[in-house]
Each structure stands twice: as structure tokens, then as C-alpha cells.
């Protein structure tokens, strides 16, 4: 099922019922006297609150926003609420409200959600409700991003600014062309780290920057680190793919042994 069933319907204005009619001008002494959150009011908010999360309304218990005491999100109902209000008056938070309909059925009913995990992770975060995050992190998905996949990238030096160094070169050889190719020399070894430096020493002056990834001590192989690096540069919106570089003349033995060619493709 999509991430978007079930959001909740957008509710009228909970200040638009009067008592009788009333003269102009005194409709909006009359809202903003039973704005409680504003300087000088302290009335109690009424057990019943209305969100608006992005553009996503929701109808919701104050005591179900604030289930969790030491979370960011009861704080925000906590004595003077900290938030403001849209035109209906409706308590704004300033977030994804696709995913909040998952962050409140975890405070309704404690059912931690299947789908969106990446993304109601972050939420999670953000709203820092800690029993939450804790239970997402025990989740397949959550477990072998945090523990088996960046522990390793952990280990692989300089892997992040490897990463951005190759798409300044791919955003760099962009213009007027269809693809820009990086080339990128992986070694899991030291021994064959000194074997790509002695490669990339008999390479000529005028030949391309060549980004070097590794060595590093943890099981994964090549190919798994080849897989992360096309999964992280996707992730930021690139098309890209990689196959073998076979080098030209020059080289002094099988360039395929540690060379890759990243090609980037812009249309």
C-alpha cells in the first residue's frame, strides 16, 4: 500500500462557532481570546488538538502527543505551546506530513510501522520519541544501514570526501556531453594499494584524475564497496553506472584488476 493512505481529512476551524452574532470587529477579539498559547492567556488546551504537519491535517489527544515526556514532540505541548498556528487555527509543525500519520499511530497503539521505515526514522528522530527510534533501529532496514553498511564505509578512509570528489569530476566534464566518466581505482589490500600507485605512476601527466577508494580491514569485498558507492551517489539524485576500465597502453599489468569507470549520465 502507497505511504499515503489514510491521511486525515482537513477540519474546519476550531474558533468557527460563536455564541450569538457578534458586532464588527469582535470576531477576531473573540479568536484571538481563545488562543490560549498567546502572551498572556493561560487557559489549559482543550484535550482535543488539531495539526497541520506540512500541509497534512490531523485530529489528535493532547495526552497522545505528549505519551512520551522527554520527546521534542510532547515538549511542543508542553506548558505555553512553542508552535504557531495557521489561518485555521490549527496547531503548524513544519515537517513531512505524510510520514507523522505513522509517528501518531505509534503513540495511539504502539504498533511500530512496516513501510516508510527510512523515512519514519527520521521523523523519529526529529521528534526525538526515543522508544521509537530504538525499536526502527532493531528493523532489517535500519539495522544493516547503521550497523553492517556505514561500520564498513566507517573503515574505508576517506570514503565521503571520495564520493564528492567524484561527482566535482563527473560536473566538470558535463558540459555540452550526455555522460561524464570517472575513473576509480578500489584496492582492499596494502599490498595492492602499492600496486595501483605503481600503476597510476606510469600513467602520462595530461590522463584524467583517478579517485582511489581504500584499503581497508573489514569482509566486504570490491564489489560490495563498488555497490556502495553507486548506492550513495544515487541517493544524491545522480543517474550512474559502472562497468571495468579497460586502460589504454601505459599501464604495467591488467588495469581491470583495480580500475572501474563511473559514468554519470545527464539526459
Given at each position: 500500500p502507497s505511504c499515503l493512505w489514510g491521511r486525515t481529512p482537513a477540519l474546519s476551524s476550531r474558533f468557527s462557532q460563536t455564541a450569538e452574532p457578534s458586532a464588527p470587529g469582535e470576531d477576531e477579539h473573540f479568536i484571538r481570546a481563545q488562543a490560549p498559547w498567546e502572551a498572556g492567556h493561560r487557559q489549559p488546551l482543550s484535550p482535543i488538538v488539531e495539526l497541520n504537519v506540512g500541509g497534512e491535517m490531523y485530529t489528535t489527544t493532547l495526552s497522545t502527543l505528549k505519551k512520551h515526556p522527554g520527546s521534542k514532540l510532547a515538549e511542543m505541548f508542553t506548558g505555553q505551546p512553542k508552535l504557531r498556528t495557521d489561518s485555521e487555527g490549527r496547531f503548524?509543525?513544519?515537517?513531512?506530513?505524510?510520514?507523522?500519520?505513522?509517528?501518531?499511530?505509534?503513540?495511539?497503539?504502539?504498533?511500530?510501522?512496516t513501510q516508510c521505515i527510512q523515512d519514519v526514522?527520521?521523523?523519529?528522530?526529529?521528534?526525538?520519541?526515543?522508544?521509537?527510534?530504538?525499536?526502527?533501529?532493531?528493523?532489517?532496514?535500519?539495522?544493516?544501514e547503521l550497523v553492517a553498511r556505514r561500520q564498513f564505509l566507517a573503515r574505508v578512509p576517506n570514503y565521503s570526501e571520495n564520493i564528492e570528489l567524484m561527482i566535482r569530476i563527473a560536473r566538470a566534464e558535463a558540459v555540452a556531453s550526455r555522460q561524464s566518466?570517472?575513473?576509480?581505482?578500489?584496492?582492499?589490500?596494502?599490498?595492492?594499494?602499492?600496486?595501483?600507485?605503481?600503476?597510476?605512476?606510469?600513467?602520462?601527466?595530461?590522463?584524467?584524475?583517478?579517485?582511489?577508494?581504500?584499503?581497508?580491514?573489514?569482509?566486504?569485498?570490491?564489489?560490495?564497496l563498488l555497490d556502495c558507492i553507486q548506492m550513495d551517489v544515487e541517493a544524491k539524485g545522480y543517474k550512474i553506472s559502472f562497468q571495468p576500465?579497460?586502460?589504454?597502453?601505459?599501464?604495467?599489468?591488467?588495469?581491470?584488476?583495480?580500475?572501474?569507470?563511473?559514468?554519470?549520465?545527464?539526459?
Open positions: 503548524f509543525i513544519d515537517r513531512p506530513g505524510t510520514y507523522f500519520k505513522y509517528i501518531l499511530e505509534y503513540l495511539r497503539s504502539n504498533q511500530v510501522p526514522y527520521k521523523e523519529a528522530l526529529f521528534y526525538d520519541i526515543e522508544p521509537l527510534i530504538k525499536q526502527l533501529e532493531d528493523s532489517p532496514q535500519i539495522f544493516g566518466s570517472v575513473i576509480v581505482c578500489v584496492v582492499r589490500t596494502e599490498e595492492d594499494a602499492a600496486r595501483c600507485q605503481d600503476a597510476l605512476n606510469s600513467l602520462d601527466m595530461d590522463k584524467k584524475s583517478v579517485v582511489k577508494f581504500g584499503p581497508w580491514k573489514a569482509v566486504p569485498s570490491i564489489s560490495d576500465h579497460v586502460a589504454e597502453k601505459g599501464f604495467r599489468f591488467k588495469s581491470h584488476d583495480f580500475f572501474y569507470k563511473f559514468l554519470f549520465t545527464w539526459w
